[in-house]
């Protein structure tokens, strides 16, 4: 998720039902995608949201801009 009103750098934010957060921070537009923050997620599902967010980082660094300018 991206908050329209969110501050930079560009990140993004992984939420799941039940209390689990994560931030990933974007270093666009090529990367590398990075951890900032987590609560809840275990290991395995951080590495596969990292490698989630990692494999559509062009479009949503492009999104980011479109939100954010």
């Excluded at 990075?34 to 949503?60: C, F, N």
């Amino acid at each position: 998720m991206i908050y329209s009103n969110d501050h930079p750098p560009p990140h993004v934010h992984a939420i799941r039902r039940g209390g689990a957060l994560a931030r990933f921070s974007l270093n666009c537009p090529d990367g590398p995608v990075t951890l900032l923050d987590q609560s809840g997620y275990r290991t395995a599902e951080i590495v596969e949201i990292g490698v989630a967010v990692a494999a559509e980082l062009p479009a949503i660094c492009a999104k980011w801009g479109a939100i954010h300018g």
